[in-house]
C-alpha cells in the first residue's frame, strides 16, 4: 500500500489490487524460498550420512587374504585323527617358507608368523582336508584371510608413523608384510564373507548372514501376525462395526498405540513372551511377535486410510445391484483398496526391521556365531548386530559397523521401492 | 422451456406398482421428508422434481432401502411394491434391490471389464447357470441399455474407459441385468453432455416397456420428455403429484407453479 502516493486522488479499485499485488508475489516468493531451502538442508544431511557411511563403510567391502602353498605334512595331520590335527602349524609353517628371515624352530617367531593368519584360516584348512583327505601329504594353493591389525595395515587404518610402541604391530611384524608383498602373495578381494559368515569375536571374520536371517525370520513372524490381524481389525472397524462411543474409544487407543515408544514394547514382551510363556530369549519368533505389536497399528491405520479412500460410488454400485455388505468389502471395496494396504503393510514392515530397542530387551543383542536356522533359535537382528559391532573394541568393526548400516539402509530401500511400485502399478484412475 | 408438452400420456390404466403412505425420513435432527403419500403406476416413468434439497432423492432412496447404509437415518410409514412392505422385518434389502434396480447421479461403473460389469448382479444372485446362459443375459442387458453395439466387440475392455454417456449406459445395462421390475434413476443425465442425454433420455422411454421408472431430475424439461407422471417435492414434502402434462400446464398449487415458472429453485 506504501507504494501509492498519499495524495493520489480517485483510487480506483485497479490501483489497490496493483498495490496490493507486490506484497502478495513477496509473500509467495519467502514461501516458496523457504521450502526449496527446507529440502536443500534435508538433502544435505542425507548427503553427509551416506557420504560418511560410504567413506567409513567401503572398506570393509574388500578383503585382505593371503595365497599360500601349503604342504599338509602327514606327521602333523593324520588322517585318523581328523578333524583334529595340527593346520596351525602346517598353515605357519607354510607362511615361514615364504619369509627366509624366520627360523621354523623358533617357536616365539612362529607365533608371531602364526598371527599373520586369521584364527579362521586353520578352520578354513581343516573342512578341506576333512572334506577330501587324499589331500593329506599333497601341497595344495589356499587363500585365506589376514588377520585384523594386517588388513587394517592394506587399507590404510594403520600408519607406520606411529611409534613402535603404541603400534599394533611391531617394525618385525611389518617387515613381515612387505615381505609378503614383495612376493605377490597378499591380495584383496571381495568380501563375501560380510553376508555368508555368521558374527566372530575376530573382525575379518565377522559377517551379518546370521543377522539377516535373523530379520528375515523376525519379520516373517512379524507380518504373518501383523498383516492378517491388521486388516482383518481395519476392515472390521471400518466397515463393519457400529459407530459408537466404543468404537471411537478403540479408534483413538489403536492411534495412540502407534505412538508408544518401542522400548515400552519390548518390556512388555520381556514379561509377557519370556516371563509369563517362557518363550525362548533371543528368538527371532519372539523378536517377530514383539515387532508385529508395533506394526500392527500402523497397518491398521493405513488399511483404513485406504478403505476410506474407495470412492463411494463404489459402493453404492454394488449395494445397488444387491451385493450384501460383505459382498461390497471383499468384493470391492478391499480389492481397491488393496495397493494402499500393502504399501502401508511394507512400509510398516520397514520400520519394524529398523527397530532396535524392543530387540536389544528381549536378548537379540547376543554374541551368536552361527546363523539361526529356524526361528526358534538364537539370533541376532541387523539393527542389533550394528549395535553390537559399533560397541565393539577392535577397529575393524568400525568400518564392518558403517558397512552393516549400508547393507541395513539397502534392504530398508529396497522395501520403499517395492511399496512405491506397487503404488504406481494398481494405482487406479476414478 | 417451450418444450413442456408431455409425450404418450397412456398410464391411466396401469395398475399401481409402488404405493407409499405417511412416508417420514429423519437425518439425526433432520426432518428430510414428510409425510409422504404416493402411488406410482407400473410400467411408466414417474419423475420427482423440485428444487435441491427438497427430498426427492431421499424419497427415491427409500424404495430401493439404500438409506439403510446411513446410519443415521430413521425411515418411518409404509413404501410397498405390488403390495409388499419393503420395510417388513422379512424383507432382506439384498433381496429387494435385485427387485429394484438404482442407476445413480454419477456413472459408476465398477473398475472391471464391461463384461464383468453387467455380469456381477446376475453372479452374485445366482442368475446364470452355465458361461452360455450369463453371456445371454449380457448381451441382452446391454442390448436393453442401448449401448450393445457400441461395446459388442471390446466386452473385456474396462468399464471405466467408456465415455461418460456410455458409462451411464452401462450402469443401465447393469441395473438390469438382474431383471428388476423397478429402476429408480437418480439424476441420471446431470453428469452428462447434451447428445449423451437425448441417448439415455431415448433409452429411458424405451424402458417403461418393461420396467417401473422412477428418475429424480433437476431438469424440468427431461421431466416433461421422459415422465407420464410428474410429483413436486418442496422442503420435504410432497406438493403435487399427477399427469406429467397436467403439472405443466395448469399446476394447482402455487409452489408448483411458482417453481415450474422459475421464480424458486
Known sequence: MTDIPSGSVARTTMDMVRGSLSRRHRKQFIL???????????????????????STGHKAFTQTEITLEVFIDPEEISAERLPRGNFDDVLAAALAADLPSVDPNDRAAMRVVGGILSNGAQFQLRDRVVADPSLIGQTIALSVPVSDPYDQLRKGLLDRETPESLRRLDDTQIAFYDRLIEIGAITSSLNTGLLTNADSRFPELAGLKGAIMGSFWALLTCFLISFPLGIGAAIYLEEFAPKNKLSDFIEVNINNLAAVPSVVFGLLALAVFIGWFGMPRSAPLVGGMTLALMTMPTIIIATRAALKAV??????AALGVGASKQQVVFGHVVPLAMPGILTGTIIGL???????APLLLIGMNAFITSAPATPFDSATALPTQIFIWADSPERGFVS????????????LIMMNAIATYLRSKFERKW | MDDLRAVNRDVGTNATKISAR?????????????????DIKERSVTSFIGPSGCGKSTFLRCINR??????????EGDIRIDGDDIYDRTIDPVQLRARVGMVFQKPNPFPKSIYDNVAYGPKIHGLARSRADMDEIVEQSLRRGAIWDEVKDRLHAPGTGLSGGQQQRLCIARAVATDPEVLLMDEPCSALDPIATSQVEELIDTLREKYTVVIVTHSMQQAARVSQKTAFFHLGSLVEYGDTDEIFANPKDSRTESYISGRIG
Open chain 1, 32 to 54: 516458496q524460498a523457504l521450502g526449496i531451502t527446507a529440502i536443500s538442508l534435508a538433502f544435505l544431511m542425507l548427503f553427509i550420512l551416506l557420504a560418511s557411511l560410504i
Open chain 1, 311 to 316: 470412492p463411494p460410488s463404489i459402493r453404492e
Open chain 1, 350 to 356: 520397514a520400520q519394524a526391521l529398523g527397530e532396535t
Open chain 1, 400 to 411: 564392518r559397523t558403517s558397512a552393516a548400516i549400508l547393507v541395513l539402509l539397502s534392504f
Open chain 2, 22 to 38: 405417511g412416508v417420514q425420513v429423519h437425518y439425526g435432527d433432520t426432518h428430510a421428508i414428510k409425510d409422504v403419500e404416493v
Open chain 2, 66 to 75: 439404500m438409506n439403510d447404509t446411513i446410519d443415521i437415518c430413521r425411515v
